[in-house]
């Protein structure tokens, strides 16, 4: 079997492509030559038929052949793509003038939201933000709040316990923001005056509780604190963040094992069917845990608790924003739908700081 003439074969393959008036009738001239059934390719597959010697010789003529015409519908590829693209810029354009294209307005999250109202309430009364780890050992979480080693916050169906390290110890998410009073006493001296937000953690899912939630957490820590002036701090903070300046707030012995005295704290509110309202009523809604920080608290904060006192409360930043927003369920707030964001979320033109305030 002959080969046809290569040299012919290559100058009309590479006229063809130098004459390609367009990116269409470049490719389909590479599928001429170099397709399936293109020339060169058939010519490759008549490379059997040939006696050793001529084969040896025609391949090695085949395979420059191939790699000139490859060569040369990659030039000419360059060339047209520079012309389509000026033929484009020259052919295109945009009218400055015209007003922009409607783009949706995004939300702030009602969590996030609610966070910065709080920080900016307690940023008017003299708190700053202090934060801490969201991975803890067990002295920050637990023992060095004074949680016995028998506590059921320490059992593994409420805590998220992390693999056992080589000395036998396991880090934990932590289970509330307390840790990070702990850490700025050992960090800072008195007198202290911090809010802690943050993410917590907890083995729990339902209506009104989620595995991953948020709280914040207030320290007072100086020689005069007591137990007035913590009440009139939570009263202050509540009756501002439901901005219902006779908003009802209510104190009830409890225990915790990080303050002493402690007390629960509960708002005024009325029930009628399904529906909650906020503010004066015939009954009483639980709002957070508050206390005096127990002196064994304050000893394992480096803090002397002869010379110095301290108040501590905390609650759940997720929960009251479903109470001031209306939201019925809080596992919505991180199903990330964005037609619940729409519904429920904030225009961001002014977000509430401590610098700005509410």
């Known amino acids: ?51 050793p010697d001529d084969r040896k010789q025609a391949g090695q003529a085949l395979n ?16 047209l793509d520079a012309a389509a693209l000026e033929e484009k ?42 934060e801490g780890p969201d991975i803890e050992d067990d002295f920050h979480n637990f023992t060095a709040l004074n949680i016995a080693e028998e506590h059921p916050a320490r059992q593994m169906m409420d805590t998220f316990y992390l693999p056992e390290r080589a000395d036998g110890s396991r880090m934990v998410l932590r289970t509330h923001t307390s840790p990070v009073q702990i850490r700025t006493m050992k960090s800072q001296e ?13 083995c729990d899912y339902d209506a009104t509780h989620t595995p991953m939630f948020h709280q914040i957490e207030a320290l007072v820590v100086d020689e005069v604190t007591h137990l007035g002036h913590l ?11 439901f901005d ?45 845990g508050s206390g005096m920080v127990h002196p064994k ?18 609650l759940g930043i997720d929960r009251i924003a479903m109470l001031k927003y209306g939201i019925p369920d809080l596992r919505t707030f991180f199903e990330a739908d964005l037609r619940w964001l729409k519904h429920y979320g904030f225009v961001p033109l ?4 401590m610098t700005s305030g509410l």
């Not at 290559?10 to 390609?20: G, P, R, S, V």
């Not at 052949?65 to 000419?76: G, L, M, N, S």
């Not at 009440?231 to 963040?241: M, P, Q, T």
């Open 89 to 130: 810029l020259l052919t295109e354009a945009i009218d400055v003038t015209l007003p922009a294209a409607p783009r949706p307005d995004g939300r702030i999250h009602p969590v996030s939201q609610t966070m910065d109202e709080c920080i900016a309430i307690f940023g008017e009364m003299g708190f700053t933000v202090a």
């Open 231 to 241: 009440k009139g701090c939570i009263i202050d903070f509540l009756r501002a963040f």
């Open 297 to 314: 608290v304050l000893e394992h904060g480096g803090i002397d608790p002869a010379r110095y006192q301290g108040f501590a409360f905390g």
């Open 244 to 288: 219902i300046p006779d908003l009802p707030v209510r104190f009830r012995p409890s225990h915790f094992p990080f303050t002493e005295p402690s007390m629960e704290v509960d708002i005024g509110c009325s029930r009628k069917g399904a529906e909650l309202h906020i503010g004066a009523g015939d009954d009483w809604l639980e709002i957070m």
């Open 64 to 79: 420059q052949a191939k790699e000139r015409i490859t060569q040369a519908i990659e030039a000419r590829r360059t060339v």
């Open 350 to 353: 002014a977000v509430p700081s």
């Open 1 to 51: 079997m002959e080969l046809p003439d290569l040299d012919k074969l290559q100058a009309d393959l590479l006229q063809t492509i130098e004459n390609a008036p367009d990116l269409d009738a470049l490719e389909a001239a590479r599928v001429a030559a170099l397709g399936r059934k293109g020339q060169l390719t058939q010519s490759m597959k008549s490379l059997g038929g040939l006696a």
């Open 190 to 202: 008195p007198p202290i005056r911090i809010i802690a937000p943050g993410r917590t953690y907890r």
